[in-house]
C-alpha cells in the first residue's frame, strides 16, 4: 500500500509546521538514496545538511532509523560484512512532495553548496533526478529538478572533467566561448572544480592562453582529449594587500586574512585564484578598499573604474 510523504512526516501545529523527528527521518531518506551509510555518516550528513547540531547522538540516530521503519521502509543491518553500513532496501513512498517542502530541500542544498565538492554536487544532482522520478506531479517535478546546479549541464563532460580534478593531467577541450559560439579548442590543466556565483566552474591553467582561467562548465562542449606526457603548469595565487574600511561590516572569504587593525582601517592580505577575481572583489569592497600592491591589480581596478566613470560621462 502506498504511503505518502505528507503522512509519513509527523505535523507538529495547525500550521503543518514538520516535526523535528519527522524532519530528520526525511533527511535521513533522501540520504538512503544515495546509498549504504553507517552510523558516523549518516550524522555527518544530517549536520552538513543542518537539520542536526554535532550532538546528534547514535541513540537518536536508531530512533529515526526506527521511525522510517514503522512507516513501511525496509532497511538492512549494519554488518561486518557491509562494513557496518545500513541500506534501504524498499519503501512504500508515492513522494508528494509541497512546494514548501521542495523549498526546505532547496536550503538544505544552499547550505551543502558552501563545501560541498564536485563529486557532492554531482551526487545530489542524481539525487533530485531520482527524487523527480518519484513524483507525480509535474510542477513539482519541475520545482525539484530546477533545484539542481547542474540541471543545465552535459553531465557526461563534467564526470569526465571531475575525474581530473586534482590529478593535474593536460586536457584538451572544445569551449563555447561567448565571442566564439562554434567553439575553441584549449589545452587546459584543471587546478579545481567550483561554485561561483551559482554556476560550475573549472579553475585551471589555460596553456593556450598562457593564463589562468576559470570556465563555466555549461560551456564547455567536450573533453577532446588528454595528455601524460608531463607538460602540465598550474599557476599560482595572487597576493593582493589593501586598506579596508569598516572590515568588521564585511564577511572575509576564507582566503582573506586581516593582518593589522589601525584606527580607521584594516590592513587585510588576500589570495586570488587571478588577477580578474581579484579585481573583482576589490570593486565588491566599493570605496572602501585602496589597493596597496601588487601594483599591476592596483593598476587593473584603476582602469575598470575609469571605463565604469566613463559610462556616466
Partial sequence: MAVSLENYIKQRDEH?????TGARALVMFISFL???KTFEEIRQYLIDCGVVSREYSVDTIRIDINTL???GCQISKATKKNNHRYGLISHPFNLRLTSAEVDALKNVYKKVLKKAS???ILAYH?????LANMTADEKIKEEILGISLLKYQNIEVLEELIYDDKKYNKVKILYRAPNNPDGCEYDITIEKIGVRHGKVYVFCYNHTLATRSFLNVSRI????SKFFDGSSTIGADINVKFKLKSADEYELDENETIIENHNDYSLVEGKYFNKFIAMQRM???ASDATVLEPEDVKEIVI???KEMRAVYE
Fill in 126 to 130: 542524481k539525487l533530485f533526478l531520482k
Fill in 118 to 120: 564536485p563529486q557532492k
Fill in 69 to 71: 521503519k514503522a512507516v
Fill in 16 to 20: 503543518k509546521q514538520v516535526s523535528m
Fill in 221 to 224: 562542449k567536450s573533453v577532446i
Fill in 283 to 285: 570593486l565588491n569592497f
Fill in 303 to 305: 582602469e575598470k573604474l
Fill in 34 to 36: 544515495e546509498g549504504p
